[in-house]
């Protein structure tokens, strides 16, 4: 069957972090505990966008035509959002001492719990990008009086929350193209995987307010 590739998503190459300084790293809002919750989500995206990626690409072959090219391009989005966080993260490690190989570990861990069959792994996927969604729609409505929007990092988040906000369906049209949505189940998961991530920015957090007493 010949696959109609129109797709109402479009990837595009993101600026990758290069700005070591503290201001750009540390101090890229204008309150420092924002900062380290974003910092926090960043050290979560290089496991948890690949685990998405995965999640949807075990479906590709079962969507339909459009679906099938917007997978492809949500991939895309997917992989420009890792590489420019990883950027930061390596930043965050190399520079300020962030033990991010342990709280990366610890991620891929808890993502593992939540289950890791296939139709668990994009339930879990479609409540992130719920999530991720959510925050991303509250940065395009209000960033600008929080960050310091002339910094690399603002900008790699402006960038990160526009295409959140604009791909944040797909997991749930091939959810739904494949198994039987259930809201009473899409909610206990919600909850379980909102804890976890709770429970990961939790030790990032932490982490990152160790580093930082140490520079």
Request: charged letters at 30%.
């Amino acid at each position: 069957m010949q696959k109609n590739q129109e797709t109402k998503l479009k990837s595009k190459p993101f600026e990758l972090i290069t700005d070591t300084s503290k201001e750009n790293v540390l101090n890229y809002t204008k309150f420092k505990f924002l900062t380290r919750v974003l910092n926090s989500l960043s050290l979560t995206f290089v496991i948890g966008e690949r685990f998405f990626c995965d999640a949807v690409r075990l479906h590709q072959s079962c969507v339909d035509d459009e679906t099938y090219f917007e997978i492809k391009e949500f991939i895309k989005q997917e992989a420009q959002h890792s590489l420019a966080h990883r950027s930061l993260n390596r930043i965050l490690k190399t520079t300020y001492k962030v033990d991010t190989e342990k709280l990366e570990r610890s991620a891929h861990s808890r993502l593992q719990n939540l289950g890791f069959t296939p139709d668990k792994r994009l339930l879990t996927t479609v409540c992130l990008e719920d999530l991720t969604a959510f925050g991303g729609f509250l940065y395009i409505k209000g960033g600008k009086f929080f960050f310091k929007r002339e910094l690399q990092s603002s900008k790699l988040w402006e960038e990160h929350a526009k295409e959140e906000v604009q791909h944040h369906f797909l997991a749930k049209t091939v959810y739904e193209q494949n198994y039987k949505p259930n809201k009473i189940k899409y909610f206990l998961h919600f909850i379980k995987t909102s804890y976890t991530l709770f429970l990961q920015l939790v030790e990032n957090y932490q982490e990152l307010k160790r580093a930082e007493k140490e520079i």
